[in-house]
């Protein structure tokens, strides 16, 4: 009898000691996991051709190390001249830079001699300020 008192107090032990390790372990899975929030744009954050978009453009697109596609004609460019904010605008208003950029996803072009993608971020600060009208601010 007091073999079975014994068998039963095990049994007993090892029972409580799994459904711990059990509930533990789902408890942990649906534990939610704290994540970073996006720093890129906050709320009310207004983004400028000059200290948002020309940084890009000048990592991107009219970086001479990586090419003359969107330099200056004079400078053997495309005579899409992103080096200025009128080449830029008129992009902009002939929704061209949404298309390839924003939609297409296909500048810069994969055989791009520099960066091949653009980043979450840039993408969107391109797509924020082409929403405004893409000002000069």
Request: hydrophobic residues 35%; negative net charge; aromatic residues 8%.
């Amino acid at each position: 009898m007091l073999a079975m008192k014994r068998l039963i107090m095990i049994a007993a032990a090892v029972s409580v000691i799994t459904s711990f390790f059990i509930i533990d372990g789902c408890s942990f899975e649906k534990a939610e996991v704290a994540v970073p929030g996006d720093t890129c744009l906050l709320a009310g954050d207004t983004v400028s051709y000059k200290n948002d978009i020309v940084p890009i453009l000048e990592t991107y697109c009219n970086n001479p190390d990586y090419g003359s596609c969107h330099q200056s004609i004079d400078n053997n460019g495309s005579g899409f001249d992103y080096t200025i904010y009128s080449g830029i605008k008129i992009e902009v208003d002939n929704n061209q830079l949404r298309s390839r950029v924003i939609e297409q996803k296909n500048m810069p072009p994969s055989n791009s001699a520099g960066p091949q993608s653009l980043t979450a971020c840039d993408l969107k600060k391109i797509d924020a300020w082409i929403n405004l009208g893409g000002p000069e601010n």
